[in-house]
T-cell receptor, first 114, second 111 residues
Framework: GAGVSQSPSNKVTEKGKDVELRCDPI?????LYWYRQSLGQGLEFLIY????????KSGLPSDRFSAERTGGSVSTLTIQRTQQEDSAVYLC????????????FGSGTRLTVV | RKEVEQDPGPFNVPEGATVAFNCTYS??????FFWYRQDCRKEPKLLMS???SGNEDGRFTAQLNRASQYISLLIRDSKLSDSATYLC????????????FGDGTTLTVKP
């Protein structure tokens, strides 16, 4: 597609439920990133995929968070047993090269845990 | 100390003013530098890359000072539409791919 597509755009879930967030990057972009942004805060790195390399998971806040990228394209971020502190906007970005080009972000998934 | 630091502002300026933001970074191995713009409740969008030689895009000028480890963004002739949060972003090749975002500087341009 023309841009990075994320779904759903909004998600309200009950505490303790699992959620899956989807990201469809720009076609041909080898690098894919997940960040999250809490209200009024900066961007927090979660995970990074580059081609067929092992992902950099150093930003995942707990073992309740996991992500995969299938076929080098679509990525899914899964949060198990959601907590209220997981409420944030989850942003996906893709890039055509690992580090010397900027990112294109999707419009994000606004997650609210009630 | 945060890896990328910005003055959060807010900067409130009249239309037509010139405003400058600075950003400092702590990792001397940093390789690539960017400014992003983020409007309220929207995703960040790449504004411009920052090169050692400095670069200009219309009313926007970005500078990099590697010796002092800071980046600047200058906006001339401010427009109402420039009101946004400006994010400084740093990538270093020891962590290839993972960029670190500053918390942003908020600019409000008033009539």
């Amino acid at each position: 597609g023309a841009g990075v597509s994320q779904s759903p755009s909004n998600k309200v879930t009950e505490k303790g439920k699992d959620v899956e967030l989807r990201c469809d990057p720009i076609s041909g972009h080898t690098a894919l990133y997940w960040y999250r942004q809490s209200l009024g805060q900066g961007l927090e790195f979660l995970i990074y995929f580059q081609g067929n390399s092992a992902p950099d998971k150093s930003g995942l806040p707990s073992d309740r968070f996991s992500a995969e990228r299938t076929g080098g394209s679509v990525s899914t971020l899964t949060i198990q047993r959601t907590q209220q502190e997981d409420s944030a906007v989850y942003l996906c970005a893709s890039s055509s090269r690992a580090w010397d080009y900027g990112y294109t972000f999707g419009s994000g998934t606004r997650l609210t845990v009630v | 100390r945060k890896e990328v630091e910005q003055d959060p502002g807010p900067f409130n300026v009249p239309e037509g003013a010139t405003v400058a933001f600075n950003c400092t970074y702590s990792n001397s191995a940093s390789q690539s530098f960017f400014w992003y713009r983020q409007d309220c409740r929207k995703e960040p969008k790449l504004l411009m890359s920052v090169y050692s030689s400095g670069n200009e895009d219309g009313r926007f000028t970005a500078q990099l000072n590697r010796a002092s480890q800071y980046i600047s963004l200058l906006i001339r002739d401010s427009k109402l539409s420039d009101s946004a949060t400006y994010l400084c972003v740093v990538t270093h090749n020891t962590n290839a791919g993972k960029s670190t975002f500053g918390d942003g500087t908020t600019l409000t341009v008033k009539p």
